[in-house]
């Protein structure tokens, strides 16, 4: 990864047609591209599983150790499989927001992709990225969500309002196919 500054339009462009995005991320992207992970992801589903078996299973081993009635026992799992929705709701959220928190100091964002990759710049910071960093992406309605691989655990997300056109939005769509996996 390369975190030089320079000229976007000769870093990206001489590699093939670059698209170029602007925009100003915003926690309630990084919260979509949570839940888009959570519904579209084996690791996400996961995720989602495990914190709402987490707590019913704990209120079923308490409930029988102190040997309850059936009734006290099923508004004990019930009870907690709201909590449980409740608390992984929240988690996403709390996540979304530590993410965002990593970003919003880079201010308003200037993406330039093209085959070989993508070069951003924020307000304070640059960086390239080749799409093998990646291993695959996904797209929601306002969103493409890139996700890191082997060499990257990272997610890097791309709101569809930066474009200056659907064209734009297009032609991306066509870079990623091209170069990565579609989730």
Same mark, same amino acid.
């Given at each position: *990864? =390369?975190?030089?500054?320079? =000229? ?20 309630? =992207?990084? #919260? ?44 004990? +799992? ?8 409740? !608390?992984?709701? *929240? ?7 530590? *993410? ?6 880079? !201010?308003?964002?200037? *993406? ?42 990272? +997610? ?8 200056? !056109?659907?064209?734009?939005? #297009? ?5 990623? =196919? ?6």
């Amino acid at each position: *990864m =390369d975190t030089m500054g320079g =000229d976007l339009a000769e870093s990206a462009t001489g590699r093939g047609t670059a698209v170029e995005f602007v925009y100003r991320p915003t926690a309630a =992207d990084f #919260e979509e591209a949570l839940r888009a992970r959570a519904r579209r992801t084996w690791a996400g589903r996961a995720q989602v599983l495990m914190g709402l078996l987490a707590v019913p299973a704990t209120a079923c081993v308490l409930a029988l150790f102190f040997d309850t009635s059936p009734a006290v026992w099923g508004v004990t +799992v019930v009870l907690s499989l709201i909590f449980a929705s409740v !608390g992984v709701v *929240m988690a996403l959220r709390a996540e979304a927001r530590r *993410m965002f928190s990593v970003v919003e100091p880079f !201010g308003q964002c200037r *993406m330039v992709a093209d085959e070989g990759g993508a070069v951003s710049t924020g307000e304070r910071m640059s960086f390239t990225c080749e799409w093998s960093v990646y291993r695959g992406y996904l797209e929601t309605s306002r969103l493409f969500v890139l996700f890191g691989g082997e060499r990257s655990a990272g +997610v890097a997300v791309l709101p569809k309002r930066g474009a200056e !056109g659907p064209e734009d939005v #297009e032609r991306l769509r066509a870079i990623l =196919d091209r170069n990565l996996k579609r989730l």
